[in-house]
């Protein structure tokens, strides 16, 4: 499928009162390059809000202050209109926002060539019907916040994108369909269990499932949370950082003392090893110890065994015509010689109790396990004084920063202990852990979850649908496989060819992702700045608009916002390549190494938007010439 934006429409929206924009030109081609310069004033914002709630079908839910807000100021008209025609495929469609400013309600309209009339509603060609969510919708009328939030921790906007543009939500309604046919089996043999049987057993399962949708809300507002926290502690710290620059000797101290808890640290590691080392050898453990064990190798000693006290020993005295005691040896007396000679140890063994005798007897005791516990503790005791300088020495820093550096570090203190707390009640609720006591189905997904599928089996049986159960818990597992092989995949490949566009585009720096798991991590790096942001979102954008099926445009606001001018000659680069047609809301500081860039290009369209002498209307100005010298002249307006 794919999707073309051919013209917007305006009609009495605030300063503008009548305004067509069209995205083909004199032939009926589709432009793919399209710069709208509007300048501040003239409804840039107000067109992105425009074009989203049309595009995803929400701007009738909209308040009424809002709708109104869109009413021009100047000439008192109580109805307005937005109106967007696309084309899918070869088929044209008109979409028509109808404003009543007076009641404060909107209403979407279709224009089709096929129904030849217009229809209330918003309606589209079937085989996107099932997707043209406002998620999906945002994908493609983009902006910075969206950037932001590829790369936002708290956030799954990396998934999601995926998920909407390779049509992996589809998987979703197979799940949904599987679990209705069930439920219209279940009902439909119902009647061969106890009505109010299984009527209770649904309710209890409705109830852990609100429980388990309670349960991903607040997990999904903890990690909003969790971010958020982490993100002002962080700007609290550099804030306090700064006050404490402003005060080098405490500073400095500072510096030293952290050197010192270093270096003790090291010392304390060292000499924790040495004590391990030492602790193998017993007879160093105390005297007492020591003692004992060369007691007992005077002892072995004492005991005079013969030579060889082994079975060899035995073997050869049997042989022999005389004992050791001068006793004759006879028959008798050899067969009961071999005979014992089993009972008595061999020369291996006999090895093994000389060397351990040996040991027994070179036994020493030293102080040097007991010298190295008491010098652990002297580095244990230097690390707390260390501890406690470093203390004294931030009180410091805080009473000579004044009251804003105490209110500071107030509020680190309280962010520490709510994101202590938030991450503490995440891991309750994402915990798999069977043996924790503390979990139960009303504060854990993974019990919630298990309380659900009990209620399922317990439905299954009361309705004799056990076999239809399991094929539905099949074709889960089976969607599930699919989903989980088809993610890895396609995240690696997208990785991979992301990578490789963020190389053209960022040349001074290394920026790489390392991985896709809900939003997009970057390799040993906490964060990127703006400009580098958006350029990480429209590599990740290009790669997945490139591979899915979906062809849409892309419609940006400042898509170069502060990046300088060496990304936005390779975001200029790369995006012709990425997308079947851009629609560029730009500032006028953006023109310079960005949208100039495209001046060359014959299949690009650049309109200025200004406000009249009046100010109570606008003016629209097409081709380049007026666009640039407008550039030129208030590049600086916008910063």
Known sequence: MKMSILEIEYRN???????????????????????IMMANGTGKTTTMTLLKGLFDGTAPSWSSEKIKSFAPTMTGAEHGEFAVTVKFDEKRYKYVLFLDYKAGTAEISTITSAVGGRESGRHLPESIRGIFSPEFVRRFIFDGEQAEKTLDSSSNEADETIKYLYRLDELDEIVAANQKILTDIQNTEGNKGSTSSIKNLRTRQSSVNDTITRLKARRDRLRVDIKAFEDEKKAKEEQRNNIDKNYEQLNQEKMEILRDIDQNKGEINA??????????SPYLLSLELCGRMQELGNSMTKLKLPKSSSKDFFIELANASKCVCDRCIGPTEKDAILRN?????????????????????????????SDAFAN???????????????????EKLIKAGGEEAELLQARIKELIELISVSKEQLRTIESKDDSDEQLTTDNNLHKAEQEYQYYEQQIAKATRTNAALRKKIIVEELVRAIRN??????????????NEKLKRVITDDFIEIESIDRYIKLDKRDGASEGQTLSIAYC?????????????????????GKMDFAKRQAVADIIPHVFNQMVAFVQSAEVERFADRFYANKDSQYITIIASPTGDSVEVHKGIEFFDSYQREHKGDEQ
């Open 13 to 35: 929206i605030r300063k503008i009162t009548d305004l067509k924009i069209p995205f083909v030109n004199e032939n009926g081609e589709i432009i793919k390059n399209n710069f």
């Open 271 to 280: 000499s924790i090893a040495e004590i391990l080392r030492l602790i193998k």
């Open 341 to 369: 000679a089993e009972k008595y140890l061999g020369s291996d063994q006999q090895a093994v109790l000389n060397a351990i005798k040996s040991s027994l007897m070179s036994s020493e005791f030293d102080t040097r396990l």
């Open 376 to 394: 652990l503790a002297k580095l244990r005791e230097k690390g707390n004084r260390l501890d406690t300088l470093l203390n004294i020495n931030q």
């Open 485 to 498: 092989r088809a993610t890895s995949d396609l995240k690696a490949e997208i990785v991979r060819k992301t």
């Open 540 to 560: 990740f954008l290009g790669t997945l608009f490139e591979d899915s099926e979906l062809e849409f445009p892309f419609v940006i606001d400042s898509p170069t």
